[in-house]
């Protein structure tokens, strides 16, 4: 007999996933409840069989636990879209800036630090920590599950250079970002001799579940170890999820590229995935103290499966998380700010990068509208004075006078010139705007986090302003304010040193994404010049 | 004490004029009742002055016979349309062709050539007569008027080399239009050695009427005598009216330019008709049988104001008009032709003349909306890509941060490239656009006259097919009935020398202006990429 169940929630399905979306209120019929990993295999009205998370249905095998781990996971958005509880953003800092947050490092006495507990309290405006989507130990099964596929799929052979990534992932020491005095440009982090990068490349589709459940698995090279992971997309979830813990307060941590990203094809769902990817990792290897991090090389080079394992665990229950991370920046030689200055520097950054959000924002409607236009009515407008063209031709070539196969021959060219540049111009968005496209998008995201980023300062400033009085009131003493002011001058060091790698990285990518773009520009329109030059050699002088 | 008056007719007024455009029911003072040449001068409530003709204004001045004469003046139109009476000009063939065509020279019995008076029966279906427009006594006296200002303004000497067209111009012979076998090509028109063409050039301004009334004036200067002779827009839609009367039922006429083109500035309107002025008169030069016709010779080069007068009379009298035409035109070596031969040749170019006039029409809609893309949406995109990077430009100029100033001055450059192209863009259609669109115009036009030029021979046709009825029913005799059928083969011999001539023009007309398109293409785009590249190099390459 078939079991009917009804689904609970929305769910879509992730291409190439044998997946399968349903819609809150359909009703579906459980062609196998025996799939396990949290998964059932469900039939719809229209026949497709896939997938569905058993908790999205209503069965009496689900425990109300189940369900808000299920629920948090389909909740989880950016980080920035967390705090901002969907309103402007930048909203936060022309109303109070220290409204609704209350607790934190740099407005705590000295010693009491709180560690991760504390700092969730900055996660407000609707949060959901992380730690609700991969931490429980139901889903650490499912990851050693996984691990055997990735396993029997991949196959990495106990590394010979990872030694040293070990060591520091090993250390019980906890490791002290450093800011410098960098020259003109003031306050910067100190940046490793050699520049870590790595080659996102490879997608291959796994398995497990006895074939039901397929997923895609990408492979990741640093070029440091040039030795080859796997990640699968989750993985890469997880550790946006660990550096957004651990530095999010610090440093601004662009979103993964979007889950539910959806290509007409598979095949392009996938490589634009990875080229995402790709830009997602080459930003955090280019960041210092990110690229530094344990569990960044974690990701990175981890040696076996023991080796992951132990580190994905540890990194969990990473303590240095929230604004935890400003007691592990040490500026080195610079002096203490007074509050005047931290002030300034942080108004000027938020101007600074609100200015830019709304640049950005602004090209990437410009350039939307215009790739609309060069797909859609453009080339339809060549491609119908292409057929004009041809159509007077072949209007010519009926009149029966003799002689004027030249002029028709031309004019069939130059229609099908036409023709040609109609889908020149429909093609050559992929060719140039996708790539300044993508560069506006992932600034966008990185702009996106800094409201936060700066609403951590701001906060921090006015506790500190709030010192005096603290003071006064007895609850703090004067060398705990000093205390506070310090950490203040430490902060706002930070994001000097943050915003300083942010502006050197922009020139390096603006410049880049410009030459590209005008670069592919000259060649479209030299092409088109090269193709009418062609067209309008066949008609004759006469 | 002024005088109102109601307005009773729509007028709009013809610009640089002095005129003053007025709507029925309109109420305007009357200013100056003493202007003369059928004009008044009048002010309306915007208190605007200007000349109005004074017999569209409700005054005693007026009797009905004025009335009369004024109406069918703003009544008249181009040839096709007075003929298809506003339907699909095509239609007549696709219903009975010869419906509402009862008389006609190659259906008469031999020797009953009614001339003028029967040619009119040709233009049904709402035909006014062009001797309606300019024909009457009092209307002679204005362009008398006129010309005493012609003389002023223009002044020419006596002719040297105009003889030879004086002579041909004064004889009482007929001239006869031969048709020769023209190789390949069958039929064509004899063709004279030497091609005339004309120049079309130096607007200025005139008045009369003591400066009340201005007027344009243009010089037109054949290539034969090479001396100019001057002519208002009025005397070229006299020479329309003539030539339409006396070739009309073998050779297209097209249209003028519109007489109410109107655009924005006077010397825009005033350039765009001269420019179009050009266009005709070169048509009609290039065609063997108007240039070498008295009336056109007359129009390109009379000796002097009696000359003209006289020759202007004698032409408004010529009475080798309408289907009359045909008489003058000798096949030189030809065999007659048969009936189903005739009829297949009449088909044939009805065919073509049809499936070209939907092709050329095919190709003014989609150079319309292109044109409209290129100055409307398409413009406004590249500038706000242009005013984007530009403003991504000076958000990073406020970045603070140091060694940005070639990043932000090629962004900036960048930008200004792109609102260049937007310029050029908009700029392009009137370089190359507006050519194309301007000869398939004149096709259009040239198109638009072939139902009626095809009409005749149907009718012609439909009653030589007639003849053998009237024959036994002893209407005509078997010789008239050998004789209508001779003439039909003439008709048709001529219509298709028309058709070669057609042809011809038609190949040289096509590569020239395909060429003159594609050369401005390939000259806008090779400047585009210029641009770009220019403004890629100044991206610093890291």
């Known amino acids: 007999m078939e079991t009917k169940a009804q689904v609970l929630y929305d769910f879509t399905a992730e291409p190439g996933n044998n997946e399968l979306s349903v819609r809150e209120g359909e009703t579906i019929t459980l062609t196998n409840q025996n799939v396990g990993g949290g998964w059932i295999e469900a039939k719809n009205s229209r026949g497709e069989v896939g997938l569905v998370p058993e908790d999205y249905i209503e069965t009496p095998l689900i425990t109300p636990d189940n369900y808000k781990s299920h629920i948090d996971q389909t909740d989880q958005h950016c980080f920035s879209k967390m705090t901002s509880n969907g309103n402007d953003p930048w909203a936060v800092f022309d109303n109070n800036a220290s409204g609704g947050v209350s607790n934190n490092w740099a407005a705590q006495p000295e010693g009491t630090e709180t560690g991760k507990t504390s700092s969730n309290a900055w996660h407000s405006g609707g949060h959901v920590h992380p730690q609700a989507y991969q931490g429980a130990g139901a889903e650490d099964d499912e990851w050693d599950e996984e691990w055997d596929d990735v396993k029997s799929s991949g196959g990495y052979a106990e590394s010979e250079a990872g030694e040293g990534g070990a060591i520091n992932r090993g250390g019980a020491h906890v490791r002290i970002y450093t800011v410098f005095q960098g020259g003109e440009v003031g306050p910067v982090w100190a940046y490793p001799d050699y520049q870590l990068d790595c080659v996102v490349a490879d997608p291959k589709k796994g398995s497990k579940m006895y074939g039901l459940k397929s997923y895609i698995e990408y492979q990741v090279t640093p070029t440091t170890t040039n030795k080859p992971v796997n990640h699968r997309y ?32 598979e095949e392009e769902f996938i490589k634009m995935r990875m080229e995402r990817l790709q830009g997602w990792m080459s930003r955090m290897c280019r960041h210092p103290v990110i690229s530094s991090s344990e569990v960044f090389q974690l990701f990175l080079s981890y040696k076996d499966e023991k080796d992951w394992k132990t580190g994905k665990r540890k990194a969990e229950k990473d303590e240095t998380v929230g604004v935890m991370i400003f007691s592990t920046i040490e500026p080195e030689g610079l002096p203490d700010l007074d509050l005047t200055e931290v002030e300034q520097k942080c108004e000027q950054f938020n101007r600074f990068t609100r200015a830019m959000d709304d640049g950005v924002k602004d090209l990437l409607t410009v350039g939307n509208e215009h790739w609309k236009r060069c797909t859609g009515p453009l080339p339809k407008e060549y491609q119908r004075i292409g057929k004009a063209f041809q159509n007077l031709s072949s209007v010519f070539t009926s009149s029966g006078y003799e002689g004027e196969a030249a002029l028709t021959d031309a004019l069939t060219a130059a229609g099908k010139t036409y023709e040609d540049i109609a889908q020149m111009v429909a093609e050559q968005p992929k060719k140039d705007l996708h790539f300044l496209m993508e560069t506006n998008n992932e600034y966008k995201g990185l702009l996106g986090c800094f409201p936060d ?39 706002s060091y930070a994001l000097q040193a943050e915003m300083n790698h942010f502006h050197s990285n922009r020139i390096y990518d603006y410049n880049r994404v410009m030459q590209q773009y005008l670069e592919q520009q000259v060649k479209f329109y030299e092409m088109i010049a090269e193709k009418l030059r062609n067209a309008h050699s066949q008609f004759t002088t006469m």
Chains 1, 2 share one sequence.
Do not use: N
């Not at 997880?238 to 610090?250: H, M, N, Q, T």
């Not at 701001?458 to 310090?486: P, Q, R, W, Y």
């Open 234 to 265: 989750k993985h890469f979830d997880w550790l946006y999820e660990r550096l957004l813990d651990k530095f999010g307060s610090a440093i601004p941590i662009p979103c993964l590229p979007d889950k539910q990203v959806t290509g007409r094809f």
């Open 453 to 491: 980023t700066i609403g951590v300062h701001k906060a921090a400033i006015e506790k500190v302003k709030e010192g005096d009085k603290l003071v006064a009131t007895g609850k703090i003493t004067t060398s705990e304010k000093t205390a506070m002011s310090k950490r203040a001058s430490t902060m």
